[in-house]
């Protein structure tokens, strides 16, 4: 894992409100650090995808908005920029479900992700390649048109696209969805890699959790829009109460789907 630095990312007790009634975030805090990775718990609903946005500044497409609270990334409110002007500052988002430009080929999916730079084309091609170090199927499948690859491709080919626009950060929103368990552990491996070679911290929501503290540094579990736990990644996967109730383990052995709704009753941070 990347040696980690000061704070990148600080998200300090925000709300989130859509259609100025409905409250999803309530009090969400979390830092980054820089060149760490985090992962945001939980289940579906539970506000991951919700912290990215807020973060990203995509919430007002869908009539969202932090009406509590602060972002902060390298010391500064980020809250009123647009996602335009992040992408300028190095965060950049990777939207669930993968979101390729289907009629276009891999590579020109890639070269989208370099719109905003400014340093030459000679860069961006260095960086293409640099993508194509870690993808290696994508240079094989580059010229080919993207909505016709694989889930996995166009996974790949949408962190690859953020990686063109040069990011300290990415908002990787459950990069696992959808894929086969040998595809997943393997674009987990490649976000290992970026962070500790090309020192990109990643702020992660994944519903699987076991893969997630795999590589994480560090965890937030999120339930019904608050963080109910949080810690270093070790010791949330050796933490009863996550094993029990995400993990579908505890130190008596897996549960039943219904054994475990009857546990959640004496889940300790609802008690």
């Known amino acids: 894992m990347a040696e980690q ?21 309530k009090g969400v ?22 912290t990215l946005k807020a973060v990203s500044n995509l919430l007002r497409a869908e009539r969202g908005e932090v009406t509590k609270g602060s972002i902060l990334y390298k ?22 479900g993968r979101h390729c430009f289907e009629h276009l080929t891999v590579e020109e999916n890639l070269l989208t992700g370099a719109h905003t730079r400014r340093d030459g084309r000679a860069e961006v091609m260095k960086d293409l390649e640099m993508v194509y170090r870690y993808f290696p199927r994508l240079k094989e499948r580059r010229k080919s048109q993207a909505g016709y690859t694989s889930g996995g491709e166009q996974q790949m080919t949408a ?11 990415i908002l990787l929103d459950e990069p696992s969805m959808g894929l086969a368990p040998q595809l997943v552990e393997e674009i987990f491996e490649i976000v290992s890699e970026l962070n500790k070679k090309e020192k990109v911290s990643f702020l992660l929501a994944e519903q699987n959790t076991m893969v997630a503290l795999k590589y994480a540094d560090y965890g937030y579990i999120l339930e019904n829009g608050r963080v109910v736990l949080d810690g270093e990644a070790k010791s949330l996967r050796e933490n009863e109460d996550v094993k029990e109730f995400y993990l579908g383990l505890s130190t008596a052995g ?18």
């Open 254 to 271: 897996r549960k039943s789907f219904r054994d475990t709704k009857h546990y959640r009753r004496r889940k300790r941070w609802l008690a």
């Open 29 to 50: 805090s979390l830092t980054v650090h820089d060149g760490a990775i985090v992962a945001l718990l939980g289940a579906n609903g539970a506000g991951k995808t919700t």
């Open 159 to 169: 962190i690859g696209r953020a990686l063109m626009a040069r990011p300290n950060m």
């Open 75 to 96: 010391d500064k409110r980020i809250d009123s920029l647009t996602p335009n002007d992040l992408v300028k500052l190095g965060v950049v988002q990777v939207m669930e």
């Open 5 to 25: 630095g000061k704070d990148l990312l600080v998200i300090n007790n925000i709300e989130v409100i859509y259609d100025h009634v409905i409250l999803v975030l």
